[in-house]
Nanobody
Framework: VQLQASGGGLVQPGGSLRLTCAPAGRTFRSYAWFRQAPGKEREFVAAIRTSGSGIFYTDSVKGRFTVSRDNAAKTLRLEMNSLKPEDTAVYYC??????????????????WGQGTLVTVSS
């Protein structure tokens, strides 16, 4: 199974970007986005259950980011609006079968994409 993330780039504060992750292979129970800013640890951003039974966000992106998945196309998306400089990071998509209590933990995901850089700057 391989994940291919794309859509990153340079955007001004307040702007928008859409990240896409194209999983290949078997379908996992959950798909997620994580990010890692320079000099910081990788952090959870958002996750979605393939069954549609749950969507999860970290507090700092609620109301600004939207995670979705096209199950037929097996494509994961992250719509990012009202971007802030603190959103600057490498964004990774991930797939796995975590239980709900573990859905924000990076170690719960088995497969990772290569990362796509998002830079928010004027």
């Amino acid at each position: 199974v391989q994940l291919q993330a794309s859509g990153g780039g340079l955007v001004q504060p307040g702007g928008s970007l859409r990240l896409t992750c194209a999983p290949a292979g078997r379908t996992f129970r959950s798909y997620a986005w994580f990010r890692q800013a320079p000099g910081k640890e990788r952090e959870f951003v958002a996750a979605i259950r393939t069954s549609g039974s749950g969507i999860f966000y970290t507090d700092s992106v609620k109301g600004r980011f939207t995670v979705s998945r096209d199950n037929a196309a097996k494509t994961l998306r992250l719509e990012m609006n009202s971007l802030k400089p603190e959103d600057t990071a490498v964004y990774y998509c991930a797939a796995g079968d975590p239980i709900t209590s573990n859905i924000r933990a990076s170690e719960a995901y088995r497969v990772w994409g290569q990362g796509t850089l998002v830079t928010v700057s004027s």
